[in-house]
């Protein structure tokens, strides 16, 4: 926790439960968080931005018990599952908070003593219903024919001395704390389902369980275990250091909370704060809620619709496009926040995604930037010029669109925030082909004054509004933006800057630019086969693996990993090991797959008299001619498959070196076609 007199931006993200692996629902409000705490950085703001997991659910040790692996094996296995895809899409975090750490737990357990202190917690026998999927306790009215209305999820009836929280005490103090704030909690329409769900009135809630060996025990009190949902609210501040630190103020209270919708009204918008009220603590300046992902209507997550892994998807963006790979991130990034509309739901879609990549970044800020630079070089020879005055329209523009940035970050629509920048670029495509610059540097070459004054006028204005928009996008695409950087001639790092270098005229004459590279080349190929969604982890099995004719996400079309899989060793028999044919083989020939970066067209001997055609994705760390007459480790049984257009049957073995492909071969020579076990 930083230490400074000054009171923080402190920005959240729901903590995820560890029962499943990330995906681009708990990835869009991670990545909105790292948004707004990167804006506020570049606002010269201190921010805190914390995010982490919920470990202590029973739904956790449910599927740890499916697994057969001890739970907290389980948990650790999963909650590096989050912090390494958020480190993989570049997000910013400070802090990771796990609710199995100590400083939670010694949190939770000093909040629970203190109300019980005050009144506000008392022992009562629970009668009712529980679902454990949603872990919530749910009124008769909320049933029926056992299964949750809100939720669809089963309930069973339980019964259990336990304690109780004086929820119902907090009705009135709650509407009347949103009468007060009209901005408390956003969005607006949002704001009215809490105002409809207090006004039928708050009932005391039962926050504690039959401790069965997991969860937060209550304090002198080991047969119990504190409600996860009571518990995981407190890591907001248990993640400042209260109680004991003395700077937990720095911090608290939070800026925003940002949830999804599901878990707004009951915990966010009421529990969380009525908790609050109870111990005289100040309550979260906001809390905002987004809507969801959809797939084929129903919310997508990590079962059933299932959503993509968001790793997965920027490695395919990356593949598909060619795009560095920190740059497909970055695209992600973006389309993520673009796609989604920061108000109802939003059906996910990587078709979508994939169209979109190339309307708003490969063609719009891609001409933009190419054009420019280019324009730049042939009529200045790569450096910028002085110019009389600036195009006052283009330099409004700009500001206005600064400002409607801002106004629409200030309400957590990010899609908005990125709509308003694209209006700018937009404007400048246009305005290139308004101005005609090359028109223009015809005649000033004839000797014409205005036209040559009106040449360096229009280009600079394009590459200060290139200027403008790198520093606008950095939030959210931020290796772009120092690509942006880098090739417009900027020397400073783009983390340098602060917001208020989005003031027209920062664009120095004399810099130089530097020769246009592609940041986001055209996808040429838009549609998704049904086997490469199941890779990314977002379908079902498809019907048949063999017909494939577009390029895959990897290799291997590895289904994606279940919950087991993500944390845990899955043993397979030695007869499922046996059902795989290795063996030695040799590579005759080697040869690039034309239009793609990563695989090698492979001309493997596989046995004496057997030779086969194996695709291999590994032409970034072996060139053709380093690999003709090595020998290596194949699977000679895997079922064939086509990617472009090319079938590939069989697949190589080799080690992954941080995703870095490193062949495996026997350690002297030996025939070819020697089995390997
Ligand atoms: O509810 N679309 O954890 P969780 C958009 N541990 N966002 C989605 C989404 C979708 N389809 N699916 C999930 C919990 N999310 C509790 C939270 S906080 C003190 C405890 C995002 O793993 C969204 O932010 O079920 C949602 O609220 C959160 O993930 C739920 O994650």
Redesign the pocket.
């Known amino acids: 926790m930083p230490v400074s007199s000054q009171k923080t931006y402190y920005i959240t993200?729901?903590?995820?439960?560890v029962n499943g692996l990330p995906?681009v629902?708990?990835a869009?409000?991670t990545l909105s968080c790292d948004v707004l705490a990167r804006y506020h950085r570049l606002k010269g703001e201190q921010t805190y931005f914390l995010t982490g997991t919920?470990e202590n659910?029973t739904k956790v040790t449910q599927a740890a018990e499916k697994a057969g692996v001890p739970a907290m094996d389980f948990v650790d296995g999963l909650a590096n599952a989050f912090k390494e895809c958020w480190a993989d899409l570049h997000i910013a975090n400070n802090d990771f908070i796990r609710t199995t750490e100590p400083r939670h737990a010694h949190a939770v357990q000093e909040f629970f003593t203190r109300l019980l202190n005050k009144g506000y917690v008392y022992l009562d026998t629970y009668e009712g219903w529980y679902s454990v999927s949603d872990e919530t306790f749910f009124r008769d009215s909320e049933v029926k024919d056992g299964i949750a209305i809100e939720s669809g999820k089963p309930v069973t009836l339980v019964k259990e001395e336990n304690y109780f929280f004086k929820l119902s005490a907090f009705t009135e103090p709650l509407l009347a704390h949103i009468e007060a704030n009209p901005d408390w909690l956003l969005p607006e329409f949002r704001k009215n389902e809490v105002v409809a769900f207090l006004k039928d009135g708050l009932r005391d809630m039962c926050i504690t369980r039959v401790n069965k060996g997991w969860g937060i025990t209550v304090p002198g009190d080991d047969s119990k275990v504190i409600y996860v949902w009571f518990d995981?609210?407190i890591?907001y501040l248990a993640a400042t250091g209260w109680p004991q630190d003395p700077n937990w103020e720095n911090l608290w209270p939070a800026d925003v909370h940002l949830?999804?919708k599901?878990?707004f009204v009951r915990?966010h918008a009421t529990l969380w704060p009525a908790m609050l009220m109870a111990l005289d603590l100040p309550l979260p300046k906001q809390v905002y809620a987004?809507?969801?992902?959809?797939v084929g209507g129903q919310?997508?997550?990590k079962s059933g619709a299932s959503?993509p892994h968001p790793t997965r998807l920027a490695q395919f963006i990356a593949e598909r496009s060619g795009a560095e790979p920190d740059l497909a991130v970055d695209a992600l990034r973006y389309l993520l926040c673009r796609e989604m509309n920061f108000g109802p739901d939003t059906e996910f879609s990587v078709e979508n995604c994939l169209r979109r990549f190339n309307n708003d970044l490969a063609n719009d800020l891609g001409n933009l930037l190419n054009r420019t630079i280019n324009m730049m070089n042939k009529y200045y020879d790569g450096t910028v010029p002085e110019v009389d005055e600036p195009d006052a329209e283009i330099v409004a523009l700009a500001e206005s669109v600064c400002a409607d940035y801002e106004k629409a970050l200030s309400v957590f629509r990010l899609n908005d925030v990125l709509e308003v920048t694209w209006r700018l670029v937009g404007r400048m495509n246009k305005y290139i082909d308004e101005k005609a610059p090359w028109g223009l540097a015809k005649a000033a070459n004839n000797g014409d004054a205005e036209s040559a004054k009106a040449l360096a006028r229009t280009l600079t204005a394009c590459l200060e509004v290139t200027r403008i928009v790198a520093l606008l996008v950095s939030p959210f695409m931020p290796s772009a933006s120092t690509a942006i950087y880098q090739q417009i001639g900027i020397a400073e790092p783009i983390e340098a800057a602060t917001w208020s270098d989005t003031a027209w005229g920062g664009l120095k004459a004399g810099g130089k630019v530097t020769a246009p590279k592609p940041l986001f080349p055209r996808i040429a190929e838009l549609t998704v086969e049904d086997s490469i969604l199941y890779a990314l982890g977002s379908a079902n099995p498809p019907k048949s693996e063999t017909e494939e004719t577009s390029k895959p996400v990897s290799e291997t079309n590895t289904p994606p990993a279940t919950e087991a899989e993500a944390a845990v060793p899955n043993y397979i028999s030695i007869d499922d090991f046996l059902k795989v044919e290795l063996k030695v083989g040799e590579i005759l020939a080697a040869e690039p797959v034309p239009n793609t970066t990563k695989l090698l067209r492979l001309t493997v001997q596989s046995d004496e008299d057997e030779t086969r055609t194996i695709l291999s994705g590994i032409a970034e760390y072996y060139t053709p001619e380093e690999l003709v007459g090595r020998q290596i480790v194949l699977i000679a049984n895997l079922q064939p498959r086509k990617m472009r257009g090319i079938e590939s049957q069989g697949m190589l073995l080799a080690a992954d070196i941080n995703g870095r492909a490193v062949l495996l071969q026997p350690d002297n020579l030996v025939p070819v076609g020697s089995k390997v076990r």
């Open positions: 993200t729901p903590i995820y439960y995906h629902g708990s869009l409000s919920d659910a995981a609210v890591n949830v999804g599901e878990i915990f987004h809507g969801w992902w959809t919310k997508g997550g959503l």
